[in-house]
């Protein structure tokens, strides 16, 4: 009866059902009427936690299955980062070299040969194939899943190889790891998220230098990828408090002359939040982010307004004035954020309103009256009212 309760946790990925029966003495190596594990049917459901409770439960991931598998090599066929981490702990240092070997080659090809091309070939199936994006709440990437033949994969392929490279102390070059995550030029997809986190993992000298001598690449594309990998080593250190800090005192004098060359939005942004991110008290930051407040773009707009510093608490007159210009954007997100930005203000109150006043009265010199914004400016609120006006993403 325990394998039979364990098969329905596994099936409607209760984790925490399954590590209670793993604990009152139910098998982990369990198989439904077919003979497929647990473990593999956790991994085909792409259930990280399940998968994880199974494997810390006792399932063995190296365990040989009739077609010649393992759990593990599943694991990497599914394409999902998280799985594959889930059950590769476990093995600690008694994977062997040949073992190694063959799950760093099942990810390259998966990754060389493409998903889809890679299931046609395993399923000889003619017609369209679904394709759908999923996000992996837990570790807040994505990926596209695709079905074909009755067999479903995730095309995080690129990601896993590179994730089993660190796991087994390779260190291919930034040339090579930028290689794949252009596979899916896409900073939310597992291929670039995984691979810039490899990278920034690094944590080294060699690593800074090569994202940074890729600042002045010609594709916009390789600028981005530099400024998320320079961006992770940062903020490795400010999250972590790490003294001395290394590469988070340099920020400033990377990415501000960045910033002002920068010609793509979406890599200015991301410049921007580096610099947002490194928590400089360098009076430049600020200069920098009043002179983007009003780009063109509303996702520089949005970054912009998180560099403009406060002092005690309190921000300053100029950056006052920008915050309140920023919640009357046209973009609700970038209104949002100035909101709540002005919401954190700890100076007193007296500031916000002559500011205030100080807006109204340039906005009379221009003729802008109540009717020439139309019903929705009319009816905005006059003064901020904090966090709960948050309409999008704080950066």
């Known amino acids: 009866m ?12 209760d984790a925490a059902a399954v590590r209670r029966l793993l604990e009152a003495g139910a098998d982990p190596e369990s198989a439904d009427a077919r003979g497929v594990p647990a473990l593999c049917l956790a991994i085909a459901a792409f ?8 494997t810390e439960g006792g399932a063995d991931p ?19 980062v998280s799985v594959v981490l889930a059950v590769l702990p476990a093995l600690g240092e008694h994977l062997t070299e040949t073992a190694r070997a063959e799950l760093l080659e099942r990810a390259r090809h998966w990754h060389e040969a493409g998903v889809v091309t890679e299931l046609r070939r395993r399923t000889d199936a003619p017609g369209p ?3 759908i994006r999923v ?13 074909l033949g009755g067999l479903t994969v995730r095309d995080g392929h690129a990601a896993v190889l590179s994730n089993l490279e660190q796991w087994f102390g390779r260190r291919p070059p930034i040339g090579e790891l930028l290689a794949r995550a252009l596979t899916h030029p896409d900073p939310e997809h597992a291929d670039w998220t995984e691979t810039v986190n490899v990278l ?3 944590n080294d000298e060699e690593t800074w230098a090569a994202a940074a001598r890729l600042r002045s690449h010609h594709e916009a594309l390789h600028r981005l990828f530099a400024a998320d990998v320079l961006r992770g080593l940062v903020l490795r250190e400010t999250v972590a408090g790490t003294q001395p800090a290394v590469f988070a005192p340099r920020a400033p004098e990377i990415f501000l002359p960045w910033a002002v060359e920068e010609a793509d939005p979406a890599v200015l942004r991301l410049v921007l939040r580096a610099l947002s991110e490194s928590d400089s008290p360098d009076p430049r930051v600020e200069e920098v982010g009043l002179s983007f407040v009003t780009h063109p773009a509303a996702e520089v707009r949005l970054e912009a307004a998180s560099l403009l510093q406060r002092t005690g608490g309190s921000y300053g007159r100029m950056a006052l004035r920008a915050l309140f210009a920023l919640t ?28 205030r006043a100080e807006r109204l009265g340039d ?5 802008c009256t109540p009717a020439a914004h139309g019903p929705a400016e009319r009816d905005r609120p006059a003064v901020p009212r904090g966090e709960n006006e948050h309409e999008g993403p704080v950066g």
């Open 2 to 13: 325990g394998e039979i309760a364990l098969l329905d946790a596994v099936r409607r990925g």
């Open 47 to 54: 259930d990280e936690p399940v998968a994880s409770a199974l």
């Open 62 to 80: 190296q365990r040989r299955l009739p077609d010649g598998t393992t759990p593990l090599l599943r694991a990497v066929d599914c394409g999902t």
């Open 129 to 131: 194939h679904r394709r």
């Open 135 to 147: 996000r992996d709440g837990d570790w807040w990437t994505d990926y596209d899943e695709i079905t």
């Open 200 to 202: 920034a993992e690094r």
């Open 328 to 355: 009357r954007d046209a973009d609700a997100g970038v209104r949002g954020h100035a909101s709540a930005l002005l919401g954190g203000h700890r100076g007193p109150a007296r500031d916000i309103g002559d500011v």
């Open 363 to 367: 906005e009379d010199q221009m003729e």
